[in-house]
């Protein structure tokens, strides 16, 4: 008996092994497998490199050496100035009548030619995709020679700023840190001629003002490092380097965060703020700022929420409130204002902290002689106006959704926003009233 159930039981055993090696042969050949899979990973290729440490400073030096060689050859992989003319000359040659109006076109035909002819570095323009992609309603099946050239400028200009961004990331992570884009900035600032007057002890706080845009809209969670790509991505660079242009309208350069107007007038409201001149704004200065009609619950919670040093702001921090302040339909400057009234810190707005903050607008307009006006009819207006998912909780992204948020946020911290929007009827019947004065005489 001992012998027959050691029999069967080895039986089973060898059963058991056979099965296991029946799924792994099938179970391989469906993955596509080899046999020897082992060495199979042996040809994976090393796909993580360790940075090197502080006091690894030969490590540091040859990993800055092979990107600064690295960012020079994909540097000599761009179009020069005479390769674009070339290429312009080309495209000129090469337009596919008939034109339309005064813009030359080219067919897909041509612009095979012009490939071919204008050398391996134009290789990656002249594809079917890029020529689908900018074609639009031409009835002879062309595209727009300027489109396309324009399309070219860009792509160069992007590789070309993306690469000089590149020199400052001191990581090389595809990052730049707050310290990187200061010194990109403060680098760039002989380059733009519409900076030419201003002083060098403004450079500093011109760098800080300039520097602080990038961060407030680009680094919500505050890590404190940007992407180089969203840096491209965005339109602020654009803006930035526009003051290359010395013939920049007064308009154009009143509406640029970057401009020398614009930052003197930051900095100067800043210092007119600054009563007793220690460099910092307390609680008392900021209520100053605009037309000074912010409730004090509200810049309460500013001295609360944003960090200070011994209860007073700094220029930094002053920054980040006149970003929110002056772009409130944005939803970083939504994010800013949202974390201020939400004073339960629960993630939305209910009923309690909407009546907390217009409870100070309506002590306001008391002082200032004005009608009360009932919260509940607020209420319901501002609700009216989200429409949050919940009927009872307004969210940061129910008010970014609602396209609304400017106006709900501005009824509920400053008592003259709140009375522009209360009698925004009246002001826009005075308007039209003004503007047919104006057409008569």
């Not at 799924?23 to 199979?40: P, Q, V």
């Not at 489109?147 to 792509?155: A, C, E, G, I, S």
Request: with cysteine; hydrophobic share 35%; proline share 3%.
């Amino acid at each position: 008996m001992g012998r027959s159930s050691t029999f069967e039981k080895k039986s089973e055993q060898e059963l058991k092994d056979e099965e296991m090696d029946l799924f792994t042969k099938y179970y391989s050949e469906w993955k596509g497998g080899r046999k020897n899979t082992n060495e199979f990973y042996k040809t994976i290729p090393r796909f993580y490199y360790r940075l090197p440490a502080e006091d690894e400073v030969l490590l540091q030096k040859l990993r800055e050496e092979s990107r600064a060689v690295f960012l020079q050859r994909k540097s000599r992989e761009l179009l020069d100035n005479e390769e674009l003319q070339n290429l312009w000359f080309l495209l000129d040659k090469h337009q596919t009548p008939p034109m339309i109006g005064e813009e030359a076109m080219i067919n897909y035909e041509n612009f095979l030619k012009v490939g071919e002819k204008a050398g391996p570095k134009c290789k990656q323009f002249f594809t079917a995709k890029v020529f689908a992609k900018l074609l639009h309603t031409d009835s002879y099946g062309r595209i727009s020679i300027m489109q396309f050239f324009n399309y070219v400028m860009r792509k160069v200009w992007l590789h070309q700023t993306r690469i000089g961004l590149s020199l400052y990331d001191v990581a090389g992570q595809g990052y730049l840190r707050e310290s990187d884009l200061e010194n990109y900035i403060l680098e760039l600032i002989p380059t733009l001629p519409q900076l030419d007057g201003l002083e060098k002890s403004f450079y500093s706080f011109y760098v800080c003002t300039a520097v602080r845009k990038f961060f407030f809209f680009l680094d919500p969670l505050r890590t404190g490092k940007i992407k180089i790509q969203d840096i491209l991505a965005c339109s602020f660079l654009d803006d930035l380097l526009e003051l290359r242009d010395e013939e920049l309208s007064k308009e154009s350069q009143e509406t640029n965060w970057f401009s020398a107007p614009s930052a003197l007038r930051v900095y100067g409201q800043y210092l007119n703020l600054d009563k007793d001149h220690n460099g910092m704004l307390s609680k008392e200065e900021l209520s100053r700022y605009g037309t000074a009609t912010m409730t004090n619950v509200f810049l309460d919670r500013v001295f609360q929420e944003c960090l200070t040093y011994d209860g007073e702001m700094d220029y930094k921090t002053y920054l980040d409130f006149v970003l929110a302040l002056e772009n409130r339909k944005e939803p970083a400057a939504l994010q800013y204002i949202f974390k201020l009234l939400d004073i339960e810190n629960k993630g939305y707005l209910n009923v309690f902290s909407l009546n907390y903050f217009f409870r100070a607008i309506q002590e306001l307009m008391k002082i200032h002689g004005q009608d009360p006006v009932s919260f509940q009819d607020v209420k319901d207006e501002i609700f009216d106006m989200v429409k949050p998912k919940d009927p009872l909780k307004i969210s940061l992204q129910d008010l970014i959704n609602s396209n609304q948020g400017d106006t709900v946020t501005t009824i509920l911290i400053d008592l003259n926003g709140f009375w522009t929007y209360e009698n925004r009827e009246a002001l826009v019947a005075n308007d039209n009233e003004n503007s047919t004065d104006l057409d008569d005489t």
